[in-house]
């Protein structure tokens, strides 16, 4: 099976598939983890965010109707590789974010590419450090 060709079904295939995930319902993480992670963070002094992420199979293939299902679910964001991780270990996972593409109300959106400023450089160290920590302290 490849990820890809469900965003070529057609509307009511992909209606149907969108039930079946809802039934599954979102991956759980181990919740001990979570608050240990939560706590290093904050004792850090790093912002972040908690909250669901939706995965998707294709670049670029986000659809009006895979939106409105995110939105429905209040992901806060999108990725291809943090559902693999969390699926296989459902542990924790600590997803950074290199570039931020905010849609807004009318034509106008603003992409803001992070990867291109240094402080990519920067958030994987603390990434790294923070995953150290977490490690100590299991």
């Not at 895979?66 to 806060?76: G, K, M, N, Q, T």
């Not at 570039?99 to 994987?124: H, P, Y």
Request: hydrophobic share 40%; no cysteine.
């Amino acid at each position: 099976y490849e990820g890809a060709s469900f965003h070529y079904r057609s509307p009511e295939e992909k209606r149907k598939y969108f039930q079946f995930v809802r039934s599954l319902g979102p991956i759980r993480l181990d919740e001990g983890i979570t608050t240990l992670l939560s706590e290093i963070l904050q004792e850090r002094k790093i912002p972040f965010t908690k909250g669901t992420i939706a995965t998707t199979s294709a670049l670029y293939k986000e659809d009006p109707m895979f939106i409105e299902e995110i939105l429905d679910r209040s992901a806060i964001g999108i990725d291809m590789e943090t559902s693999a991780l969390a699926s296989a270990g459902r542990l924790g996972t600590l997803l950074y974010v290199s570039d931020v593409l905010a849609i807004k109300t009318g034509q106008n959106s603003e992409w803001k590419v992070e990867f291109l400023s240094g402080s990519v450089e920067e958030a994987e160290k603390k990434a790294f450090e923070v995953g150290l920590a977490l490690v100590d302290r299991l």
